[in-house]
């Protein structure tokens, strides 16, 4: 999977692990920084959400075209410069809200320059014909990349909000930020139950008997929206340390950022005809509408699934179950399980020791967090959102020996019928979560928010349900994407025509941009419809759309050798 590649692979993967690190850091907790710094209504959270994704993959559009005319190289570092001024602006603890949505405008305006070309300029990487065949597996191994740096994103910012606010000597509830903004407008919105609820955990919270619970509330919220805004500044320690990674080892890409090669170059493509350039940019655009709607349901990542997290999964975990929320016993059993693979499969005896070697410490560490854990352990929604990239990274070698077994076979599976796959596996994640909202707890159906907000006047249901049904819906969803997004990614660098990657490139994120956007119109009506008709929006979309790749097979796959 890892040889025969060139050095360029590395340092572009590398690079981009860090910028996507910090981009997700921002990520995991940007529903959560919002409804605790404005306090607004869950589907203007949605809307926030899905014009910022929007931008953020729409941009890319611009990026593209600066690119295809002044280089891929220079457009990529001017990205990262004002992500970080974005980054910087974001953290500035009394930011007010303009200076807020000028930050985030500031970083979807860097991600635009950024994102869609340095994808080019691996694609630019495989245009040398001693490199051509590994072309899909060098998407995947930036793929993983990405999705190694989106691990340990949600952990690094639950953690600098937890230190933060430790040193106030508060902890996050997820009830607090819904009850506080609601009490400070009017004290009388809350009902008499969730009164006694919120006085209950501002009580054990600071030990006092007698506090002033709209005091409590503001100095609360400050604490929250300030740990948050300390998220944001790791996000910005990220971007720099991408910036030196794509700057100190630039010799090993260079070679590749150039805007379109001459008949007379290594790797150099005969010149399309009209015709071939349209019959490409028709397929490309084909592709395009459908991932729009795999988008759509795969980015309620961070918002309805992240709500679902907070409001309808449980908050304490067995010790056994916590295993997989805390970073040092997940990395455990990690070490625990490679290790294991290492002596199983074949290879080297120095192989089979290192395996040994990372059972045996994997175990001791394993053993020794275990035993620290209580019998029952807090838990914070925006830790869910880690399950998707180490889902990546475990599934992706899974994924590419699965292809690699038709290739051999010489049935290989063309990259738009896995796109079709995908979206049909998106749908089964989602029938998932039809199914837990109508059992829902001792087979009960889930209340709906808005039923919820009525008759307590806070967000969290009294019905909570296992964690396992998220992760086993991220499971899901993580298969469809690497069936998916990697697939389109090197899709897209094989059809576009040499003269317009920047901007086909820019289209593929524009796509996605739409399909972003679509996600917080879906969390528009997310408060008012019962949670199976959410759910069940977003699993006909996707066999819709599934159906459709499907029924223009032929057109697309013979793009790919036009």
């Known amino acids: ?318 010790k056994l179950t916590y295993i997989l929320f805390d970073l040092p016993a997940l990395l455990s059993l990690i070490a625990v399980i490679m290790g294991a693979i290492f002596i199983i499969l074949k290879g080297t005896s120095m192989r089979k020791i290192v395996g040994f070697v990372l059972m045996i410490v994997g175990a001791v560490v394993l053993y020794t967090r275990f035993t620290g854990f209580s019998d029952t352990n807090r838990i914070d929604p925006e830790t869910f959102q880690a399950f998707n990239p180490i889902f990546v990274v475990f599934l992706t070698p899974v994924v590419i020996a699965f292809f690699t077994s038709f290739i051999n076979k010489g049935k290989e599976i063309s990259s738009p019928r896995k796109i079709g796959y995908g979206m049909f596996i998106a749908a089964g994640a989602y029938v998932l979560m039809v199914i837990v909202a109508f059992i829902g707890k001792d087979g009960g159906m889930l209340d709906s928010p808005n039923l919820i907000k009525s008759t307590t006047g806070g967000s969290v249901s009294s019905m909570l349900v296992s964690p396992y049904w998220l992760i086993t819906t991220y499971f899901s969803l993580t298969i469809a994407e690497l069936f998916l997004s990697p697939m389109g990614l090197s899709f897209v660098a094989k059809v576009a025509p040499p003269k317009l990657k920047g901007l086909m490139q820019g289209g593929w994120l524009f796509a996605t941009a739409l399909g972003n956007y679509l996600s917080g119109v879906i969390a528009m009506p997310y408060a008012s419809l019962e949670l199976w008709q959410t759910f069940t929006l977003l699993v006909v979309t996707s066999i819709l759309s599934g159906i459709f790749i499907f029924s223009v097979l032929k057109r697309l796959e013979a793009a790919t050798t036009s």
């Open 1 to 318: 999977m890892f040889k025969g590649h060139p050095k360029g692979l590395y340092v572009l993967a590398l690079s981009n692990m860090g910028e996507r690190f910090g981009y997700y850091t921002m990520l995991a907790i940007f529903t959560l920084f919002i409804e605790a710094k404005l306090g607004i209504a869950e589907s203007e959270i949605g809307q926030v959400w899905g014009i910022f994704l929007a931008a953020v993959y729409g941009l890319p559009i611009i990026g593209g075209l600066l690119a295809d005319r002044l280089g891929y190289g220079k457009v990529v570092v001017t990205g990262m410069i004002v992500m970080f001024l974005g980054y910087v602006m974001l953290s500035y603890p009394p930011a007010g809200t303009p200076l807020l949505f000028s930050s985030l405008f500031i970083i979807a305006l860097g991600t635009g320059f950024f994102k869609g070309n340095m994808v080019v300029l691996l694609g630019n990487l495989y245009e040398d014909p001693q490199y051509k065949k590994q072309q899909d597996t060098a998407f995947n191994i930036y793929y993983m990349g990405i999705n190694v740096g989106a691990f340990f994103a949600p952990f690094a910012a639950t953690g600098m909000r937890n230190l933060f606010l430790s040193f106030d000597k508060y902890y996050y509830d997820a009830n607090i930020p819904r009850f506080a903004h609601n009490f400070i407008k009017d004290q009388h919105s809350l009902s008499a139950e969730a009164l006694t609820k919120f006085k209950q955990i501002a009580v054990t919270m600071t030990g006092n008997a007698n506090i002033d619970l709209v005091a409590f509330s503001k100095d609360y919220l400050a604490s929250l929206s300030s740990a948050y805004n300390m998220g944001f500044a790791v996000a910005a320690v990220a971007i720099v340390i991408s910036f030196i990674i794509f700057m100190v080892f630039k010799k090993f890409y260079a070679h590749a950022d150039y805007i379109h090669k001459k008949s007379n170059q290594p790797g150099a493509v005969a010149e399309l005809t009209p015709k071939q350039t349209k019959d490409r940019i028709v397929a490309l655009v084909l592709v395009f509408i459908t991932v729009i709607f795999f988008w759509m349901a795969f980015h309620q990542n961070g918002l309805v699934l992240t709500l679902f997290a907070k409001n309808y999964t449980v908050g304490s975990v067995s």
